[in-house]
């Protein structure tokens, strides 16, 4: 069953030069001739301990080990355990095997703290800084990172280092737009404005509704009898006086999800069962009290007649990196709202 680990999920990050350089270097580390070369060789090496076992990159949060000690960062440790559901098998850990799980893998706090602590390069300068004080100096204070023109809200694009601002924006001529040119710019961000407000009206209407109901789902994992392709499905349950399930699929139009690092999980929400007429629902999803991922606001709305699956949509996740953190579980549990349009 184990395979060799070629076919182990390796998602790339762009973080983590200093560990990269330590893979570079190999064990002669002659790249940097600087007089700090002793230090330069023992955070390398520390790089290289404490570094994740799938991606091999030092773990930017929390860090989880095998029962037998080995490291993975938390992106790599979820995306261990979606990959295992999405193929019906056990997780393993990469380096020895061993099943890995949330039951029998734990956190490692010395490693995290010890992570935080190693020297890590500025990716705008040439600064140096502790791995907990690196974000903050590269949003915030480095002099070379790339920042906006004040007066972008009048439609400067200028970006640059931080550095050149004040001079950019001495010289800038956004300001000095005529007033035309601003009353044309004022009415564009009101129709932004506007769109994002229609979506809370339309909310704000459809709980006026006389007809109103939530449900709280679990997807569980099935396969096809044929394919053996992966889907979930929730118990059927019943709205409106009608009985509905909702099916969902990994990546849709690909047949082996795990082949990719882009997850995406869309769902058909079916009536199942044979009302008189036409049914028109909305429904919006939300986090619910067993949900793991927030959801965006969303509306969506069919016109449902008998045994009809709407067409798919995707699963309006708030934060899409959440796709694999749902999968990782052995049911993904949410909110359905639903509200019947009335007659
Ligand atoms: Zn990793
Ligand atoms: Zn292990
Ligand atoms: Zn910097
Ligand atoms: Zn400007």
Not at 82 to 88: H, Q, S
Not at 235 to 262: I, M
Not at 291 to 314: I, Y
């Amino acid at each position: 069953m184990a395979e060799a680990p070629d076919s182990e999920p390796v998602p790339s990050s762009s973080k983590g030069n200093l560990l990269e350089d330590a893979q570079d270097e190999g064990p002669s580390p002659k790249k940097r001739k600087t007089e700090g070369e002793e230090i330069d060789k023992l955070e390398h090496r520390l790089g290289g301990i404490l570094c994740c076992a799938v991606c091999l990159d030092l773990p930017q949060a929390a860090v989880y080990q095998c029962s037998n000690g080995h490291l993975m960062c938390a992106p790599c440790f979820t995306h261990l355990l979606a990959d295992a559901r999405l193929r019906d098998e056990s997780a393993s850990c990469p380096n020895c095997r061993i099943e890995i799980s949330k039951a029998n893998a734990s956190r490692n706090l010395a490693v995290e703290k010890a992570v935080s602590e190693l020297p890590s390069a500025c990716r705008h300068c040439t600064g140096v800084f502790p791995r907990h004080s690196l974000q903050h100096h590269e949003d915030q204070t480095c002099e070379q990172r790339v920042t906006g023109c004040r007066y972008a809200c009048l439609g400067c694009g200028w970006r640059g280092a931080a550095a050149a601002g004040a001079a950019h924006e001495a010289a800038c001529a956004h300001p000095r737009q005529s007033a035309a040119d601003l009353v044309e710019l004022l009415a564009a961000r009101e129709r932004q404005a506007a769109d994002q407000l229609l979506l809370h009206s339309q909310l704000l209407g459809l709980l006026s509704y006389e007809k109103i109901t939530f449900t709280d789902l679990q997807l569980k994992p099935y396969r096809t009898e044929e394919l053996h392709k992966l889907y979930y499905e929730t118990s059927r349950f019943s709205a409106f006086g009608q009985q509905w399930l909702v099916k969902a699929f990994v990546n849709k139009h690909q047949r082996d999800p795990t082949q990719s690092a882009q997850r995406e999980i869309t769902y058909q929400l079916i009536l199942k069962s044979k009302p008189g007429g036409a049914v028109g629902v909305w429904w919006m999803w939300a986090r619910g009290p067993f949900g793991e991922a927030r959801m965006s606001a969303s509306l969506a709305q069919h016109a449902f007649r008998e045994d009809e699956a709407a067409p798919a949509r995707a699963l309006p996740l708030a934060d899409p990196a959440d796709a694999n953190r749902l999968l990782a579980n052995k049911a993904i549990h949410f909110r359905l709202i639903m509200f019947l349009s009335p007659k």
